[in-house]
């Protein structure tokens, strides 16, 4: 029950990124590569037609983003940003619930903007 509710307000979190003009894509990714909770905004095409494609690439963003070997040495992180032609991608580990929240923008975004504007949004998650 606890976890239905978690994922629900994961989803309204996720809503909230999708109604920022730049956003495509926020979702909720477990440590399986698996989307929990939010996914593309509403009317969206995605980028990627390839299903098995667009999995493979969830569970790699999920994999690099749980890592921990440097994190006693230069901290945990914070976030991972791609630039690509047709896209930017940033990945936000919650690393106690090893699950992460992945963003897909226009390739225009200011990634710190995004950053920031996540932070603002996901403070008050308990």
Do not use: W
Request: charged share 25%; aromatic share 8%; net charge negative.
């Amino acid at each position: 029950m606890v976890e239905s509710t978690q994922f629900k307000l994961y989803g309204e979190k996720c809503a909230q990124l999708q109604g920022e003009s730049e956003i495509r894509f926020a979702g909720i990714i477990d440590k399986d590569g698996q989307l929990i909770a939010g996914g593309f905004k509403e009317g969206l095409v995605p980028h990627e037609n390839d299903e098995a494609r667009l999995q493979s690439f969830l569970e790699f963003v999920s994999k690099a983003s749980i890592r921990t070997e440097y994190d006693e040495s230069l901290g945990p992180i914070n976030y991972l940003a791609a630039r690509r032609d047709k896209a930017v991608l940033v990945s936000f580990p919650f690393p106690v619930t090893q699950i992460l929240l992945l963003i897909s923008a226009e390739p225009s975004a200011n990634i710190e903007n995004l950053a920031k504007k996540v932070v603002e949004i996901f403070t008050d998650v308990k």
